[in-house]
T-cell receptor, first 114, second 111 residues
Framework: KAGVTQTPRYLIKTRGQQVTLSCSPI?????VSWYQQTPGQGLQFLFE???????NKGNFPGRFSGRQFSNSRSEMNVSTLELGDSALYLC?????????????FGPGTRLTVL | GEDVEQSLFLSVREGDSSVINCTYT??????LYWYKQEPGAGLQLLTY?????DMKQDQRLTVLLNKKDKHLSLRIADTQTGDSAIYFC???????????FGKGTMLLVSP
């Protein structure tokens, strides 16, 4: 079975621009979560989507948004980019089986904001 | 509130055992996980333990859970240079899939 895939792997943007990152979950997985990883803050939860609905959200400003499509693929968007948005953005998918759920991560998208 | 803490660095010699420790604060944690991250890569799931278990063994990996002290450890037997990476402890609470991670422990294995 193919793992979680994320595109693009690397991205360079300038302040004020917007960016869209894509995530394809493992086949059959219905939940997709997004995390931001930075050296200072570590791994922080952004949001989770299940059946095209956002069911949990972390403590990030409204510039960060996402969506999920009917095939469970997900995109996240960051508008009005700031230097502090430079990070590794990780996507994780799971079967969404409640307590026994296990998340599998993709390789990440490295975003650099200049 | 939720908080997961880990020591930042561990250095061992090849062939020795490594023990990486983690403490968590949320007593309602259902599952606790260990992930491995190599340079430039995403997170690789190593193992997990349900909160009603004390120990889980999986080949070279042994996870110990002390629920009373909210302490979790990962023991890697016969550590190899390929085990050099950052190891993250994470807890899952509630019914969603959300994980709360520690800051990660960098394991350096020298020949």
């Amino acid at each position: 079975k193919a793992g979680v895939t994320q595109t693009p792997r690397y991205l360079i943007k300038t302040r004020g621009q917007q960016v869209t990152l894509s995530c394809s979950p493992i086949s059959g997985h219905r939940s997709v979560s997004w995390y931001q990883q930075t050296p200072g803050q570590g791994l922080q939860f952004l949001f989770e989507y299940f059946s095209e609905t956002q069911r949990n959200k972390g403590n990030f400003p409204g510039r960060f948004s996402g969506r999920q499509f009917s095939n469970s693929r997900s995109e996240m968007n960051v508008s009005t980019l700031e230097l502090g948005d430079s990070a590794l953005y990780l996507c994780a998918s799971s079967l969404a089986l409640g307590d026994t759920d296990t998340q599998y991560f993709g390789p990440g998208t490295r975003l650099t904001v200049l | 509130g939720e908080d997961v803490e880990q020591s930042l660095f561990l250095s061992v010699r090849e062939g020795d055992s490594s023990v990486i420790n983690c403490t968590y604060t949320d007593s309602s944690s259902t599952y606790l996980y260990w992930y491995k991250q190599e340079p430039g890569a995403g997170l690789q799931l190593l193992t997990y333990i349900f909160s009603n278990m004390d120990m889980k063994q999986d080949q070279r990996l042994t996870v110990l859970l002390n629920k009373k002290d909210k302490h979790l450890s990962l023991r890697i037997a016969d550590t190899q240079t390929g085990d050099s990476a950052i190891y993250f402890c994470a807890e899952k609470t509630g019914g969603y899939s959300t994980l709360t991670f520690g800051k990660g422990t960098m394991l350096l294995v020298s020949p």
